[in-house]
């Protein structure tokens, strides 16, 4: 039996004193007294309720009963509260259990490979799930307290992120995606579907009821001009629709179509989006109902990537044990003013730099896409000439200086795409090598329940 069983069990155990030597004077004392404290004994045992017990042993750790009990009780809540229909009694507790065996043996691999979530991450997921709630964090923290919950809820969260980040790593490792199958993937009609890009999509409408004259739909078509002609001299799309309301000379409606696919778009917009730029306004489109005004407010996805690099090199010291902020800032300002002086940048990198990534190309990032630095950096980065050495900033990593190389704009869509689509392979393959995963585990522990 393994250590943590022993501890949980010694701790159910009474020792009784051992008796080495006895008297003839004391013998018999000793058997009354021994006697009437194993029946006082009894009768306490009596007296005493069952408050948990092992329902199995899995590999180095047990579920407890309570365990057990506890989510059969969510599980009932919830399907109390959702008029959902639950199996027999005794399928449930089996399926439960399952459930929970498995946990527990993720849970058991995840320790062994140091995966753990501190309490901030805990704090920042409760406080997304705050906000689903339209409550502040200290609020929602404060209801789960008043139903008793607060600390079962951030070891449940805490379990569930473990879980979730060993399963990626276990799971999508055991997945293959070849370049046959994105080329087919590409190809088909569930491919050219899933990659097509999605737009956010404001829109505007003066309204037509079909029964105008003539000279008043003329006139709604200058007021539908108007409002274009406002949105393009800077008043955002509802800022316009508002005070087209307020101003009410003619019925002006507006909607949010949300994020969505060219062809889930009403038809009037599907193929005028596809030529539009972020921001780009269109309009006024006649139809039947109206004089439609539609602004693309942001686009995602899709096969056209063009990207904005910029070539840079830095150098970056950090504050250490040795070496304080003041001292830092000191060191490398020191540094940007040799390479002004005339030594080479690469050199003077290669022998002080602090960063391991680029300290063997001389501070070289190469060519970084547009957004895929720091912000603190990117903001110096975007402001500097090509060949102008920065002044020195700060980062969340350490003190710096950088050079502008280059910069470009580069065609990544054939990259892009084929990256997307071995995404959606994977994520398709995913549920079902899961399953896979999650039986191997199984099969391989050493699982016993206790009747």
């Avoid at 309490?119 to 139903?147: G, H, K, P, R």
């Avoid at 579907?193 to 003539?214: I, K």
Wanted: proline letters at 3%; charged letters at 25%.
């Amino acid at each position: 039996m393994n250590t943590s069983i022993m501890n949980r069990l010694s701790a159910l155990r009474l020792s009784l004193p051992s008796v080495t030597r006895f008297t003839a004077a004391s013998t018999l004392l000793s058997v009354l007294t021994l006697t009437c404290a194993l029946s006082s004994m009894s009768a306490t045992a009596q007296q005493r309720q069952l408050l948990d017990k092992v329902v199995a042993l899995v590999d180095d750790d047990v579920v407890l009963m309570s365990e057990l009990n506890a989510r059969l009780a969510d599980i009932r809540r919830n399907a109390s509260a959702t008029n959902q229909q639950l199996p027999p009694a005794g399928q449930l507790r089996q399926e439960v259990l399952d459930t929970l065996i498995l946990e527990n043996l993720q849970l058991q691999m995840a320790e062994r490979v140091s995966i753990r979530y501190d309490d901030d991450t805990i704090n920042q997921v409760l406080t997304n799930m705050a906000q689903s709630n339209n409550m502040s964090f200290d609020q929602y923290v404060a209801a789960l307290e008043a139903d008793g919950v607060y600390l079962q809820a951030r070891e449940d969260v805490r379990r569930q992120l473990t879980i979730q980040e060993l399963q990626r790593g276990m799971v999508n490792s055991r997945i293959g995606v070849t370049e046959q199958e994105i080329d087919n993937f590409l190809n088909s009609e569930m491919g050219r579907e899933v990659m097509a890009a999605d737009y956010l999509v404001d829109h505007l409408v003066v309204q037509l009821d079909g029964t105008e004259a003539p000279e008043v739909r003329a006139e709604k078509l200058r007021y539908a001009s108007e409002l274009v002609a406002r949105m393009r001299d800077g008043q955002p799309l509802p800022v316009v629709g508002r005070q087209a309301q307020a101003e009410g000379r003619h019925q002006v409606t507006g909607s949010d179509f949300g994020w969505r696919k060219a062809a889930q778009l009403p038809n009037l917009f599907s193929d005028i989006v596809n030529t539009m730029r972020i921001d780009q306004i269109e309009g006024p489109i006649e139809a039947p109902n109206g004089y439609h005004i539609i602004q693309l407010i942001d686009k995602r996805g899709g096969t056209e990537q063009i990207v904005n690099q910029t070539n840079i090199r830095h150098i970056m010291l950090t504050p250490n044990e040795i070496r304080t902020e003041e001292q830092t800032l000191e060191a490398i300002t020191d540094l940007r003013q040799r390479i002004l002086d005339g030594e080479e940048f690469a050199t003077i990198a290669r022998q002080n730099s602090d960063d391991a990534s680029s300290v063997v190309a001389g501070g070289d990032l190469d060519w970084v896409n547009e957004r895929g630095m720091p912000p603190e950096m990117e903001a110096v980065v975007n402001e500097l000439e090509i060949g102008e050495l920065s002044e020195p900033f700060r980062t969340a990593t350490g003190w710096h200086i950088a050079e502008v190389l280059g910069r470009r704009e580069s065609d990544l869509s054939r990259q892009y795409t084929r990256t997307q689509a071995a995404n959606a392979l994977r994520n398709r393959k995913f549920d079902l090598e899961l399953q896979n995963w999650l039986l191997e585990i199984r099969e391989e522990a050493f699982v016993e329940l206790i009747d």
